[in-house]
């Protein structure tokens, strides 16, 4: 009994796994992190959404120049703020293959105590001497390096709703998934899956190009991300350095290392593109 239902439900399925794997990459959503009144992380000289934009805005020109079968869609290409769902409902109406978000990485502040002097205060009829503190807060840090993320799997019900309600851009019959149909759902938990795999094989190989320049690799980790939730494809989340880091900051505003980051990236989709298209 259960070799039958095996053979049932890899006839089912296998039509779609195969034409989701074997599909062609035409469409890349670009995000560039935060935007508009949303600063995201700061650092000593700059914001966050401005390296993501500057950053986000290179690589687009680099596929469209590299990769002519390839459109490039932004999710903002000016100092705006689209919200998180505005985000990936543009991948989703798009019809995109992959999405991409770029951001920048920051640490905590730390705080250290400073005596500034001493106040005379009374306790139990005696005259001492109070410590007075000033506390300064730090934001800087030694850490650096890129690390990219793929969405956790605790987020994976919204990922299922989002394939469930775009469905007819997985297969090239409109229609043919019926929602009221359980084998339906087999099949958007297959979609799932391969999109995190494939989610995971891409954060790879991005994270291999920045290796290759000497940037620290600190790996493809999961953390349960709205963009990536509610998109209904494969994606990541690339954090291209640490803001609060002077010299990783100074690298990322300049022209070289926005033109190095966005090329690793690039780089990283192109070895994916490949494998993919097999």
């Known amino acids: ?9 890899l006839l089912i399925t296998t039509p779609y796994l195969l034409s989701a794997k074997g599909k062609k990459i035409t469409k890349i959503v670009l995000d560039a992190g ?11 000289i700059s914001n966050e959404k401005d390296l993501t934009l500057a950053v986000t805005l290179k690589l687009g020109k680099i596929l469209s120049d590299s990769m002519r079968e390839v459109e490039v869609i932004y999710t903002r290409t000016t100092d705006s703020y689209p919200s998180l769902v505005e985000r990936h409902e543009k991948a989703n109406k798009a019809n995109a293959d992959l999405f991409i978000a770029v951001h920048v990485n920051s640490t905590p502040y730390t705080y250290t105590k400073v005596l500034e002097g001493y106040k005379t205060v009374k306790r139990h009829h005696k005259t001492v001497k109070q410590p007075i503190y ?3 807060r730090h934001h800087e840090t030694t850490r650096k390096g890129v690390e990219t993320y793929v969405l956790a ?11 469930g309600e775009y469905s007819d851009n997985l297969t090239d019959s409109p229609g ?12 958007i938990a297959q979609y799932s899956q391969s999109f995190l795999s494939r989610s995971v094989s891409l954060g790879t190989k991005i994270q291999e190009q920045f290796g290759r320049e000497g940037r620290p ?6 953390l349960p991300l709205e963009v990536l939730a509610g998109s209904a494809m494969p994606g990541v989340l690339v954090e291209i350095g640490f803001i609060t880091n002077i010299e990783e900051e100074a ?3 300049s022209e070289n290392g926005q033109e190095e980051v966005a090329m690793a990236i690039y780089k990283g989709i192109k070895a994916y593109k490949a494998d993919a298209e097999k």
Do not use: C, W
């Not at 009994?1 to 439900?9: P, S």
């Not at 935060?34 to 000593?44: E, L, Y």
């Open 1 to 9: 009994m259960r070799t039958i239902f095996i053979a049932v439900f």
């Open 134 to 136: 000033r506390s300064i």
């Open 34 to 44: 935060h935007g508009g009144s949303d600063n995201g992380a700061r650092g000593a």
């Open 153 to 163: 799997l605790h987020r994976n019900s919204q990922k299922e709703k989002s394939i």
């Open 251 to 253: 690298y990322l505003n």
């Open 176 to 187: 043919l998934m019926d929602q009221n149909d359980p084998q339906t759902s087999i099949i």
């Open 217 to 222: 690799d600190l790996g493809v980790k999961q």
